[in-house]
């Protein structure tokens, strides 16, 4: 098994989010999380990886699909699931919910419910690291269904033209909300995009944790050394549907079926426990993952909730503005 | 089934009326036709006369309470009946304020003629919050107030808080409080001026009338005046001999009116009155004649002057100035006139000028007969004479119309065997 | 004291706070080479190079975001709109980043980014240029509005705008530019949320900001020959809003008229007459009249133009209804 530690670290990690979600999912059913609910469940190779391909001093922007990465990107669960709870304890003190985790420790800057609106603000992030030169990359994702926007064009169009240290990851799960994308896109290999904008382009299949981080490490350096931005297109698949109130009923049992055999998370593991090295942590760090989740759920739970004396200073940073 | 009982419409111009007596009391019965209750209105003291039949349930508006036309003042009903749910609505006058139904600048909208604020008024005094506050604080009667402002808006400069309206330069101190008028007095007689406080009297329903039509008039109708100082002598002798010859008295002012009536006649265009789609010439000649009362002057109509002998008159206006001082007037005895006379010779005013008495298009100002050296032939010899004024609407009585009217009034008040000819 | 243009008061607050703080840059479209369309940049390329005095493409919605991404990670952007009008594509980037990432990080965020440029009507620029922009922007919690009408408030409130934690609206006006007046020398810092008084005076108070101030003056100049003597109070400040000031204005003239530039349903004038009405509703003398742009998109022809703008006429008409001088 090659880099075992960082194997099972990965592993440890993708069951997180995946555990993470599944009690969310829950909750969600039992009405301790209200609103908007998207679930990452297939994808979670995708956010270990690229959390794995950065530097901590690097930044990431995401969109409302987010507990993957805020996660991978070192927030704790009893921080991600008290917000799911909107409970003060939370990343975002219970004012932003699922969509909107945001942890500026870990330069995870959120968690953005417009679509492609996030894109220029993290072409901002990347601005601000070469006007400073700090060294810093920005990984920004966004799906199949952001691609046609104006502002992911804008925001790509300035990346390029300023040659910014960014890389825009499409994490391609085939389905804008409920269209699939032949029906939302005319090119459906999208990192076709990035020959108009003048960067660099990667296209692969997101079933190996290690190649997802390799390569995306390639465009994460290539922005360090000055070189521009470079776009990843990563196929991957989600299981559940949009949000929690979707039944998915635009594809099949068949098809969900066949990517769950394929699933990345349950390759590592059988990965790991066919190893010698490995398969005697697999179970303890399984049962360390149950007793994880098992507290995020009790904290989220026993919090207490905001109270309105958030409201204003949360609105502005200096005197409230009226 | 009870109901409620609403202020009637009393007089052709009323839009309110105070309650001045009840003459049932509740419990009392109630035929149709009885008297209930004695109403000050714009015009005179009306009677308020039952359209029902029943028992009075109850006095929603108590004697001195200003009630809007159409506002309820009493139920009646069966006795004993409930009058539960009828009267707990907010139509007893106490309606909120309605918020201003509109509308800001016209400059806002395509239509700018349109816009000006529009107040929307449900049986209540119609003051800006600023005077409210002002009258809080000095303990006013908003219902003694004439409004000025848009729709009879009482606004500051009715209660002198707001300046604005008629200083020119100097600006405005601090808006006087009636309670502490600085009276020019010496010092040491600040003691003294607790008994020299100015006095507050609320307006009465005529005071108010007068307040708002001869400002409406003096504001809207373009006032010019023509003077004629007349010999009187001849007047003054017929007058004697009259008075000597007949059982009863002939003024002076019934000698004047008839030679007004007849005047009217040969001058008709002064009859006349400006309405904003034509000019209205009367045939009639209804003289408005103006009489003093207690609380101000009323000004009861003569009809057809011209058709009277000069007997005639002279009782006809002794008989509407008892009834004007008795409060007898009805509303139809002091509207309809065509022109107004006004006499002030009894008071020994030489000459004035008078407020036009709308709609009516000119009013005569009478002043007192003098005694004055004349020249008669070569001869300057003691005589006699007295001015008139004519003041006209220039709208419908340019200056020539009127001097023609003052040069026939001349002829028949230094040739006046003609009056006692008509 | 110093004798300055508007313009000039606006280029020399950007250039001392550049050269106070690094983190401070210029950006948007011709502000470098081409040295600024309305010339406000003058200069400043050269002077501090292209690493901060940055142009880009037409691309509203690209560049706001960056600013904002920028502002959120601790720089200190000005992001210049060609006019306001162009900041309705950028509009998203505005309400739903600008102002809402605090919020929405629980705090952890600030976003101190300045946007600026010029508003509302010019000359004959047509229905799509002439959007006096502040009445949408005013309505959003988060955000905060500025609109100065002299060089002294330009210059000393866009320097108290660069330094502000939060996201700053800093609206300009292309025919202020011109305008000349006194600014203090040395360090000159206007405070938000403290309107000016332009003009004082005891039987109206006139509210307004921006290049409408200077309309008002000249109505209140026609209206004291006429024996009125009105108060004009410079809001320069539109979110905060100083409502001390206003309200003691009006508790001495008791009648108020609100002129702007700007459609008349909602908006700043109607924002001001709800403050007064709820916080001085005993002071009221009449109820309290806005001059505003009229209800209909700007038309070109320049006759029609001005018909449809704000003008001393106007206001004057309105403070003569207020004061019952007509009805």
């Known amino acids: 098994m090659k880099e075992a530690k960082t194997a099972l670290e990965m592993y440890r990690m993708m069951l997180l989010i995946r555990r993470f979600e599944e009690e969310a999912a829950r909750a969600y059913s039992l009405g301790k999380i209200g609103g908007f609910l998207h679930l990452y469940i297939g994808q979670e190779a995708v956010a270990v990886g690229a959390a794995h391909a950065m530097r901590p001093t690097d930044s990431v922007v995401t969109t409302y699909r987010d507990h993957g990465i805020a996660l991978a990107r070192g927030m704790t669960a009893n921080a991600g699931m008290a917000e799911l709870f909107g409970k003060v304890t939370g990343c975002s003190k219970g004012l932003g919910g699922s969509m909107h985790f945001f942890d500026a420790e870990n330069r995870m800057y959120g968690g953005h419910g417009i679509i492609g609106a996030h894109i220029p603000l993290a072409a901002g992030v990347a601005f601000a690291s070469k006007y400073t030169s700090d060294g810093g990359v920005t990984m920004v994702f966004y799906g199949d269904g952001s691609a046609s926007i104006g502002a992911t064009h804008e925001g790509m169009s300035l990346a390029a033209l300023w040659k910014l240290p960014i890389v825009f990851v499409c994490e391609n799960n085939q389905y804008a909300m409920g269209t699939s994308l032949e029906r939302s896109i005319s090119v459906t290999d999208m990192s076709k995009k990035a020959d108009g904008y003048g960067m660099a382009k990667d296209r692969f299949v997101a079933e190996d944790v290690f190649e997802i981080r390799d390569r995306l490490k390639d465009a994460v350096e290539r922005a360090r050394r000055g070189e521009g931005p470079t776009l990843v297109e990563i196929l991957t698949y989600r299981y559940r549907g949009h949000s929690m109130s979707d039944p998915a009923k635009y594809r099949t049992k068949e098809e969900v079926e066949d990517y769950k055999k394929r699933d990345a998370l349950n390759q590592l593991r059988a990965e790991l426990a066919a190893s010698p090295e490995t398969a005697k942590d697999v179970e303890a760090l399984e049962a360390a993952v149950e007793a994880e989740i098992a507290e995020c759920v009790r904290f989220a739970d026993e919090s207490p909730e905001p109270t309105a004396d958030l409201l204003e200073p949360t609105t502005y940073a200096g005197e409230f503005a009226r | ?422 | 004291m110093k004798s300055m243009r508007f313009r000039e008061a606006v280029r020399e607050a950007i250039a001392e706070e550049m050269e106070r703080d690094d983190r401070v840059f210029l950006m948007g479209e011709e502000v470098g080479q081409y040295q600024g369309a309305y010339k406000v940049s003058e200069g400043l390329l050269e002077r501090f190079g292209e690493r901060r005095v940055i142009d880009t493409p037409i691309t509203e919605a690209g560049f706001a975001g960056i600013g904002i991404g920028a502002a959120m990670v601790g720089l200190r952007p000005i992001i210049e709109f060609m006019t306001w009008n162009f900041s309705a594509v950028a509009f998203d980037q505005i309400l739903n980043n600008a102002a809402k990432l605090r919020q929405m990080s629980g705090g952890q965020l600030s976003v101190p980014v300045v946007f600026r440029g010029p508003n509302a009507s010019a000359r004959q620029v047509g229905s799509q240029h002439s959007h006096a922009m502040e009445h949408f922007y005013v309505n959003v919690p988060g955000l905060k509005v500025i609109a100065p009408a002299t060089p002294a408030d330009a210059k000393g409130m866009l320097k108290t705008a660069i330094r502000d934690e939060d996201p700053v609206l800093y609206l300009e006006s292309e025919t202020l530019y011109s305008v000349k007046g006194d600014v203090p020398e040395g360090e000159h810092l206007v405070p938000f949320g403290k309107a000016r008084i332009a003009r004082e005076g005891t039987d109206c108070t006139l509210i307004s900001y921006s290049r409408m101030v200077h309309v008002c003056l000249d109505a209140a100049e026609a209206l004291a020959a006429k024996g009125i003597d009105c108060e004009v109070i410079d809001l320069r400040s539109l979110r905060p809003l100083d409502e001390e000031t206003i309200v003691a204005s009006l508790t001495k003239t008791h009648r108020a008229v609100v002129a702007y530039e700007g459609w008349p349903y909602g908006g700043v004038g109607a924002e001001v007459v709800d403050r007064l009405q709820r916080l001085a509703f005993d002071e009221l003398d009449a109820p309290i009249l806005r001059v505003t742009t009229m209800d209909v998109p700007m038309p070109y022809n320049a006759k029609l133009e001005q018909l449809v703008i704000p003008q001393a006429h106007r206001i004057i008409d309105a403070v003569e209804r207020v004061t019952y001088r007509r009805t």
Not at chain 2, 80 to 90: K, R
Not at chain 2, 302 to 315: F, G, H, P, Q, T
Request: aromatic share 4%; glycine share 8%.
């Open chain 2, 1 to 422: 089934m009870a109901r409620v009982v609403d202020m009637p419409k009393l007089s052709p111009t009323m839009e309110e009326g105070q309650i001045v007596t009840w003459h049932r009391k509740e419990g009392d019965a109630v035929e149709v036709d009885d008297l209930l209750a004695e109403v000050e209105t714009d015009k005179a003291t009306m009677e308020f006369r039952s359209f029902d039949r029943g028992t009075l349930l109850k006095v929603l508006a108590p004697a001195g309470s200003m009630v809007r036309l159409g506002d309820p003042v009493a139920v009646i009903g069966k006795p004993g009946e409930s009058t539960e749910g009828l009267v707990s609505g907010t139509r007893a006058g106490a309606a909120p304020a309605t918020a201003p139904a509109g509308v800001d600048a016209p400059s806002e909208a395509m239509t700018p003629a349109t816009t000006a604020p529009v107040l929307v008024t449900g049986g209540r005094v119609k003051a800006s919050p600023y005077v409210r506050k002002l009258a809080r604080e000095r303990g006013l009667d908003l219902l003694t107030v004439h409004g000025s402002g848009t729709g009879g808006r009482i606004v500051a400069r009715d209660l002198d808080g707001g300046a604005v309206a008629t200083r020119v330069t100097a600006p405005s101190a601090a808006a006087p409080k009636p309670t502490s008028v600085p009276f020019a007095a010496p010092v040491s007689a600040t003691v003294a001026r607790e008994a020299r406080e100015s006095v507050s009297k609320p307006l009465s329903m005529m005071r108010r009338t007068i307040a708002r039509r001869l400002t409406e008039s003096k504001r809207d109708v373009p006032h010019f005046y023509l003077t004629i100082d007349v010999d009187a002598g001849a007047l003054f002798e017929l007058r004697a001999r009259l008075n000597a010859d007949l059982d009863k008295k002939i003024s002076f002012n019934d000698l004047v009116v008839k030679a007004v009536s007849i005047a009217l006649v040969r001058a008709p265009e002064v009859n006349a009155q400006f309405t904003p789609e034509a000019l209205v010439y009367h045939r009639r000649i209804d003289l408005s004649i103006a009489i003093a009362v207690d609380e101000g002057l009323v000004t009861p109509v003569l009809r057809d002057a011209d058709r009277k002998s000069v007997v005639e008159i002279s009782e006809e206006i002794q008989t509407l100035s008892a009834r004007a001082r008795d409060k007898k007037l009805t509303v139809e005895e002091m509207t309809g006139g065509t022109f107004s006379i006004s006499n002030l010779g009894m008071f020994g005013i030489d000459e004035f000028a008078a407020v036009i008495n709308p709609p009516e298009g000119a009013i005569l100002a009478v002043g007192a007969i003098r005694a004055e050296p004349v020249v008669r032939g070569d001869a300057v010899v003691p005589g006699k004479r007295m001015k008139l004024t004519l003041s006209c609407d220039h709208r419908v009585v340019d200056g020539a119309v009127g001097a023609k009217f003052l040069a026939e009034l001349r002829k028949v008040l230094e040739r006046p065997l003609q009056i006692l000819a008509h």
